[in-house]
């Protein structure tokens, strides 16, 4: 039977929103209320009583305040502005209270005068999840997206409006979005703030327009490199100002900038030349903010310089290439100084890919990620790796209290809670269907470690189990695959041979590619353990997780797989916390086994926010692949608030969605009989598994890892 399109009758709206609102809250005039939806149509009526149920989940006052204001201004205001007035309400009854969002419901006609923009528009919230995925895709340094006043980069941040509505079409504006968001990229990746902005101006009488000279020839130099470094984009981009006058700069040497050795070196020696010149400009320009780059990038690089001479001492005691101290010469008189200590001499070489290279004494070593990631900083902002910078630190030569992270004991529920040392992230509320912006107060702390003998009476426990799974596991580093095709090889490809026959009959060139060899399996790997820190945890389920990753420490090691451990628990939105009980660049050490003895039961477990952080950080290793897996004995819940009702389950299958637009392959383990309830929702079908005896948890983590990572 077909369903009626016919509006509500009066009777009817007024039942629904007396059961909205419930008996006690009668006297906010539903029956008033019913007076301006009778008379619109059935899709207007849900619309609006949609809306308002979603605004109820915030507050009372705020979703009947709505009804009253919408029906007025529906015939003014495309749906989507509606929407963008509704949660921008909402999220400011989150930050400020009621008073406020009450104030924003009232004033719809400002909503009403900006509805073009906001319907063409795109909203920072909604490109920034996007744009940042592709921005962390691409080469130089990570950079991340921040909402700004207007559209510049300070060289570590990229900063955009909270919306953008200069094109007519929303589709058009997320490209403005994407281009901006490219060529502040290549601003820092190709050397546009490699300029004293406080003296290279000074010869010029007007400083102003010399600044502006000299950003609008950089621009020219900038699009040649992404018209070579991002070809779909830029033509792309190209299209955003067919509609103006892109008529070119004329004057003898501007295209020197267009060649792929053009440096900021010949933009500035062509800048006297083009003071008089009308310059071209483009949507897609960003701002040029001489004060914020030349702020951002004095304390980046002598922080940079303090990091990098601090990890290669580090690398060099691990290395055994530590200085000795000076020795005294047994000819040495008085006065005579003693011979200097052999200091460690690390270099750094362009391989044949084009990437750095870290050398000692001649011999290439591996570098860690952060280590890499300060390299390429640092070449960004001089060029090259000035030779001081690869001195390592002497003993006592920097305060450790400038490097090393500080814990922050300030109490998130006094005042504001956007303290340092505090990570700020949005929850997402599937009643209102927007994220809480800011909503959750995590810190990452280290876990206080316990007696490292637990490790080694673990292993005497389960010996024999231990020397399986590293049997197992050796088998798994040992593994070749067969590779066809190639133009070497230890056999012929028959496949390859019938078909490169075939073509030398039909008059076309033979294939060379007719070997096949064995080739050793590439575990480009990146493993985040995330394990449930929970009070329901107590006891044996404690046990067995601790005990997991001692026999999951002891076969990684041994397989030699990138794995990083962190613990997670809180209590209320504004007390996260995450355990750092192993990095991606921890050793496996006596430390980082005190740490495992130390893992004991916390409080709830907010699942969502937990998610998100550790997502971040397993993004920031460098890997073909990235998994993240949970060791928990429960769904999301948090008795604080209402985390533990659906909305902890959504949360955290929207924080996993997040987590799979990245790249990363979320899977959890469980104890808890009752998972098919709600980790299919959450994770999928296949992407979870239950344990119904804890006993076997250790060999099943062990086995469910090797059958994720082969």
Known sequence: MKMSNRPYSHDVLLTRLEELYEVEFTWLKVEHLVEGLVNLDRTTQDFIIGWAERLLTTNVYISHEFIIRVVDAIDKMERRVIEAWAVHAADVFDREGLRPALEVIQKVDSFVGSALALAEGVMFEEV???????VCG??????????????YTDSETLHLPNITARLEKAKDNFLLCKAQVAFMWAQTRFGSFRVDFASAFEAYPDKARAITVFHALDTLRIEACLGRELPGLWRDMQQLDEGGVREEAKMDGLLTLQAPNATINDVLALLPLALELELPTRSYYPALNPEAVRACMLARMEREKMLLRVKLAELAKELGEAPHPPVPSPSKGEGEEEKEADVPEFEVRETQEGSMELVLDDKPIAPPDDVKQLLTSIMLDWGEIPPEFLVPAGDGEYDPSLYEEK??????????????????????????QHYRKNWCVLREIDISPADPSYVEHVLHKHQGMVKHLRRTFEAMRDENRLLKRQVQGDDVD?????EALA???????MSDKLFMHQHRADRNLA???MVDMSGSTKGWINDAERESLVMLCEVLETLGDRYAIY????????RCEIFRVKSFDDPYNATTKARIAGITPKDYTRLGVAIRHLS?????????????ITLSDGKPEDYFDIYNTQYGIEDTRQALFEARRTGIHPFCITIDRHGKDYLPHMYGHANWVEIDDVKQLPLKVADIYRRLTT
């Open 503 to 509: 073509d030398s009959r039909d008059g076309r060139e």
């Open 527 to 529: 493993v985040m353990f």
């Open 494 to 498: 028959i496949d390859a041979l019938v």
């Open 138 to 151: 691409l080469a130089g340094r990570r950079l991340k997206l921040a909402q700004g006043e207007t559209v």
């Open 407 to 432: 814990e922050n004991d300030s109490d998130p529920w006094k005042g504001t809670y956007h303290e340092d040392g505090a990570f700020l992230y949005d929850e997402w509320d599937h009643a209102r």
């Open 616 to 628: 971040q950080k397993l993004n920031e290793v460098e890997a073909k692949s990235r998994l993240l």
């Open 128 to 134: 920034e999840p996007i744009l940042s995925t592709f």
């Open 567 to 574: 613990g997670f628990s809180g209590i209320g939105r504004k």
